[in-house]
DNA sequence: CTTGTCATGTAAGAGGTTACATGATTCG
DNA sequence: CGAATCATGTAACCTCTTACATGACAAG
C-alpha cells in the first residue's frame, strides 16, 4: 500500500484534507494513482485507525465538514521507517512491446505506421511533462537538497518517455534500411 | 485485458495448452503478468466462449487431459485488429522515485546508502536480463523482420533498467558534489 | 523423502478504476 | 444555463496476485 506512504509523505509537509490528497495525486505524474475517491478516503481511515494521522473537523455554513488530517509523531516514524526500507524496481507495463512483438503479422507500411503513431504519443507526453515542469502545482521546497531531488525526479519522469522515443527512432530507421 | 492478445499471439505462432502458457508468460520478461493459472485458464475459457480459439482434448493416463488450444481464424483476425490499433504509453510505477521525493527526511549518508542500493538492485537487474538474453527459452524467429523485432524488444527491456542505473548514478555524483 | 514436472482448476483477497450520490456556489 | 469547485462518501466492477487442491511420476 503504497499510496499509504505517498499520503503520509504529502502530510508530513502540511495538513490536508481528503480533497486536497486527491487533486495532487490526481495531478501528478510522480503519484501514478487516479486520485480516486475510494483508495484516498478508505486510506485517511486506515491512517487514522492506525493512529499515524490525526483530524479536525471544521464546520463549513453550504458544504459538508471539512476534515484536515495531519500526520502524527507516530506517522513521522513509520514513514521514516519506510524511507529507509529495501528499493523496489520499477514496474513497466508496456502493451505496446507486445504488440510489437507479433507485429511481424503486419505489413511493412502498416508497421511503421503503427512505430509512427507511437512515436507522435510519445512525442506529445514528453512535451506535455515538459509543460507541467515549467508550471507544477505541487513541488516541496523546504531545502536546497529536496529542491534538488524534486527536479531530477521531474526530469526523470520525462527522460524516461524521451528514450523510448529515441529508441522508436532508432528502430524505425534500421526497420526502413532493412525491408 | 491485453493477456487475451497475448494469448492470441503465442497460439498464432503454435497450438499450446494453459499449462504451456503459464509457462511461457510467468518466464518472460516482455510479457509482464506472474502467470497465475487463474487469469490463463480463465482467458482461455473467455477465447474459446468467444469463438477465437478452438480446443482440442488428449486423454493421457494418470494424468489429467491435456488441452490443445488453437487460434481460429476469428483469432486470427481479431488479433490482426489489435495489432492495428492505436499504441498505448508505457504504464511505469516506481515507488522509489516516491521514496526520493520524500527522502530529504534522511541524513546524508542514509541518503547515499539508499542510493547505492538501488543502483545495486538495477544492476543485478541489468546483468539477469543480459543472461537470459543469453538463453532464451521462448523466442519466435519466423522471419528475419521478426527476428530483428525480438531482439530490439529484448535489448530494450534491457536498457530501459541501464538508463534507470545511469540516471541513479549522475545523481548520487551531483548530490556528493553538493553535501 | 522431498522437490520439481506435468496438468487441470478454485478461492480469497488486494489494489485499483469509473461512476454514482448529494448540494451549494461561482464563473463563463 | 451548464460546467467547475468545494467536499464528503458509496457501489460495482476489473485485474491481478498468492495460495490451495488433486494426483502421478521422476530425479537428486
Known amino acids: 500500500m503504497d499510496i499509504q506512504y505517498t499520503i503520509l509523505g504529502l502530510l508530513n509537509a502540511q495538513p490536508l484534507s481528503g480533497y486536497d490528497l486527491k487533486k495532487i495525486i490526481a495531478d501528478s505524474d510522480l503519484f501514478y494513482w487516479s486520485g480516486n475517491n475510494n483508495q484516498i478516503y478508505h486510506s485517511l481511515v486506515n491512517l487514522h485507525k492506525q493512529g499515524l494521522v490525526s483530524v479536525e473537523t471544521f464546520q463549513q455554513e453550504n458544504l459538508p465538514p471539512r476534515k484536515l488530517y495531519s500526520i502524527t509523531p507516530a506517522g513521522e516514524m513509520e514513514l521514516r521507517q519506510w524511507l529507509l526500507s ?15 512483438a507479433w ?9 511503421d505506421a503503427l512505430l509512427a503513431r507511437y512515436a507522435e504519443e510519445l512525442e506529445m507526453q514528453v512535451r506535455m511533462l515538459g509543460q507541467r515542469r515549467l508550471n507544477p502545482w505541487y513541488r516541496p521546497a523546504r531545502t536546497k537538497r529536496e529542491t534538488l531531488l524534486w527536479s531530477r ?3 526523470r519522469l520525462q527522460e524516461r518517455y524521451q528514450q523510448e522515443l529515441d ?3 532508432r528502430l524505425r530507421n534500421e526497420i526502413l534500411k532493412n525491408p
Not at 529495501?86 to 504488440?99: N, Y
Not at 507485429?103 to 508497421?111: I, K, T
Open 167 to 169: 529508441w522508436v527512432n
Open 86 to 100: 529495501d528499493p523496489v524496481l520499477p514496474e513497466i507495463r508496456d502493451p505496446f512491446l507486445i504488440q510489437l
Open 153 to 155: 525526479i521531474e526530469e
Open 103 to 111: 507485429a511481424d503479422q503486419l505489413h511493412g507500411d502498416e508497421l
